[in-house]
């Protein structure tokens, strides 16, 4: 991901609520639900879990797109 991608990324997240859901995360990041799901249960990006339903805080999503642009440098 690069730096201008991840500046467009930041400015969509101001219109995301605080707490999403798989599929919103999946659909922010242009990737499957399959391969959101993947992420979360591997550790990639932190989530809550209440219950059985998966909710990803805005804030854990910011961390992830800041490391995926720091690991291209």
Known sequence: ????????????????????DVQQMSDFLGV???TGYKLLKEGVIDHLK???ILKVPKVHLITYLSSCCQGEK
């Open 32 to 34: 499957s639900s399959k």
């Open 1 to 20: 991901m690069n730096e201008d991608n991840l500046i467009d990324k930041r400015k969509l997240l101001k219109h995301l609520p605080d707490v999403i």
């Open 50 to 52: 209440i219950g059985r």
